[in-house]
């Protein structure tokens, strides 16, 4: 398969390069400031290239970039957090803030599909975005973290819209939660490694046709309450 990660520097996203050239796969992994972990991977399957999600890109831009022709699978996982916890909560939070995590967590996956929609369509691809379950309305039970939450939660409804729009094009979406996993992102005080995280997700979106257009799923298989 083409496979194209957004966000493949590290954590997660850096989990999922390693898992699918582990499964012969060519890759093309985006990073936005540094390369990261990428740049300790030598091999030819993978190429690395320059991605702002939250840029427009042209078609000349994708063929600039080598992006392939048609690609098979889209992971948006490319996100922040934004300020910490206790700068999230009632009293604290800013409308700079909330635009910002936004941008990057909700409208970045949106652009990017709309950008790379063409590729995956030809393939009769599949996309899948990386949100939490943090952005479950159904889950929420202590408040706070209004930009991690909002953003989160907007990108279900973006998934949910996506896969309605390309179904009658071949196109199958899928949102992921990723559990709550060992990253730089959690100060590495998850309950899962990224291994187990990426394995699960990876057969989620295997098993994507077991579960009805732009579901909210976790590692585990389990759906999401939204």
Known sequence: MNIVIIGANRGIGLGFVHYY????????????????GLADIDLPQLQRFYWDSC????????????????IDLL?????????????????QITSEAMQEVFMVDA???????????????RA???IANLSSKMGSSGDNSSGGN???????????????????????QGVRVITLHPGWVRTDMTHQSGLI?????????AQVIDQISNYPPGAF??????KIPY
Not at 21 to 36: D, F, K, P, T, Y
Not at 55 to 70: C, F, I, R
Not at 147 to 165: C, E, H, M, T
Not at 217 to 222: E, I, K, S, T
């Open 21 to 36: 050239l582990a499964q012969g796969h060519a890759l093309w992994a985006s990073h936005r400031q540094s390369v990261a």
């Open 55 to 70: 840029e427009q890109h042209t078609e000349s831009d994708l063929t600039a970039l080598g992006l392939p022709e048609k």
């Open 75 to 91: 992971i948006n996982n490319g996100g922040i957090y934004g300020p910490d916890s206790s700068g999230q909560d009632i009293d």
């Open 107 to 121: 409208v970045g996956p949106l652009m990017t599909s709309q950008a790379l929609r063409s590729r995956v369509i």
């Open 124 to 126: 009769r691809g599949r």
């Open 146 to 168: 209004y930009a991690y939450r909002a953003a989160k939660a907007a990108l279900v409804i973006i998934g949910k819209s996506l896969a309605i729009d390309l179904s009658s």
């Open 193 to 201: 490694d990224i291994e187990e995280s990426v394995r699960g997700m």
């Open 217 to 222: 799923v976790a590692f585990d298989g389990q």
